[in-house]
């Protein structure tokens, strides 16, 4: 799905937004720390064995990390498409085509599936022996830097491939976890992991960085909604605008279309005694509720309510202010879901935002790759 150009437009309210507040020297994105990171992470690249670019495979374009633009060994550098449980499935195996096509070598994970994670670590050591074989790599230890913008998840994949890595080389020993956190900036140094033995390879975890500043307005409109910028500098009102917008002139919300039906319908109230009791549910029917979020009944309450709000707009979408009534009414029609007082006013689409970025950031309102291939 591509971001339509209404969309872009709402977007760029964002872009305004978090471009003015990080003006402010220290205050910015771009502090101290972060400009520290970039000069030990550049002093690093061309000691090491591989560079891991993690991007969010959401956005695999405008999460680029700039500071290897000019690095010219495409042989020892890896796209690392992440979060790829939160993008459109055929669009990712899209942009690997196209990195392919580009003699860029690229991957796509999930840093909280082992399943996947054992993947991709197989991949790694396969690339290593690879390395070592063509290049008569004589050191018995490989190291691996893991370099991105912030909250593309450096941290949970190091902790993953180090688990992971640890495990399928039965070491014993203490495991060490790097911070994980839904918020960017939360990794301060850069940290050593081991996933391999026999030879040793070591993973070097490191801080995000972003540019000091971001000009192309709808990049920094999309970094701001997937959260690789602070949403205190975008402001969330107008993050949860921009997602409404991109949610109204997409076809995922077609997909709850089956929620619509009133005889299928359980009010909410009921839903939550049928399972808190047990009865009127099979075993198959428990399993599913139980094992998969998505299938919560707020959530899907959420999904019901967007979709009959979209579905009987009678205005036109491709109109800026028609579109902006559209969302002012799904903002409404949202507070009775999450049970947000009306006489809240402002405050009230404050709660309604925050909520609703939660949603979209864990993938319960849909699967959505915002960039579109040149």
């Known amino acids: 799905m591509a971001v339509a150009s209404i969309a872009r437009h709402v977007g760029s309210a964002v872009a305004k937004a978090a471009r003015k507040r990080n003006s402010g020297g220290e205050r910015g994105w771009y502090g101290p720390h972060m400009a520290a990171a970039s000069r030990a992470i550049q002093e690093r690249i061309p000691l090491v064995d591989l560079v891991l670019e993690v991007r969010d495979a959401r956005i695999p374009l405008s999460s680029e990390y700039e500071q290897l633009r000019n690095y010219s060994s495409t042989s020892r550098q890896i796209i690392v498409m992440n979060k790829m449980d939160l993008a459109n499935h055929s669009r990712?195996?899209?942009?690997?085509?196209?990195?392919?096509?580009?003699?860029?070598?690229?991957?796509?994970?999930?840093?909280?599936?082992?399943?996947?994670?054992?993947?991709?670590?197989?991949?790694?050591?396969?690339?290593?022996?690879?390395?070592?074989?063509?290049?008569?790599?004589?050191?018995?230890?490989?190291?691996?830097?893991?370099?991105?913008?912030?909250?593309?998840?450096?941290?949970?994949?190091?902790?993953?491939?180090?688990?992971?890595?640890?495990?399928?080389?039965?070491?014993?020993?203490?495991?060490?976890?790097?911070?994980?956190?839904?918020?960017?900036?939360?990794?301060?140094?850069?940290?050593?992991?081991?996933?391999?033995?026999?030879?040793?390879?070591?993973?070097l975890d490191t801080p995000g960085v972003l540019p000091p500043e971001i000009l192309d307005v709808e990049v920094c409109s999309k970094l701001a909604l997937t959260g690789a910028i602070k949403d205190s500098f975008a402001g969330e009102k107008e993050l949860t605008n921009y997602f409404l917008a991109i949610l109204n002139l997409s076809d995922e919300y077609k997909k709850w279309a089956k929620l619509s039906h009133h005889k299928n319908r359980i009010p909410l109230v009921d839903h939550k005694v049928e399972y808190s009791s047990g009865f009127g549910m099979d075993k198959k029917q428990k399993r599913q509720y139980l094992t998969d979020h998505t299938q919560d009944f707020t959530v899907n309450d959420i999904r019901r309510t967007l979709y009959e709000t979209i579905s009987s707009f009678d205005g036109n979408m491709d109109d800026e202010k028609e579109l902006a009534r559209l969302i002012e009414e799904e903002i409404l029609a949202l507070q009775g879901v999450f049970q947000v007082p009306l006489n809240l006013g402002v405050d009230a689409h404050a709660k309604v935002a925050g909520k609703l970025l939660n949603l979209y950031r864990t993938g319960r309102l849909g699967h959505y790759t915002l960039d579109c291939i040149p």
């Open 92 to 203: 990712l195996q899209e942009w690997i085509s196209y990195f392919q096509l580009n003699n860029c070598i690229s991957y796509g994970v999930n840093a909280h599936n082992k399943e996947n994670i054992q993947q991709f670590l197989n991949f790694l050591q396969a690339r290593v022996r690879e390395l070592k074989k063509t290049e008569q790599h004589s050191s018995y230890t490989t190291t691996i830097l893991l370099v991105g913008i912030p909250n593309v998840g450096k941290s949970a994949l190091a902790n993953s491939l180090h688990q992971i890595g640890r495990i399928s080389a039965a070491e014993k020993g203490k495991l060490k976890h790097a911070t994980v956190s839904p918020q960017p900036g939360e990794t301060k140094d850069i940290s050593s992991f081991k996933i391999g033995s026999h030879p040793n390879v070591y993973v």
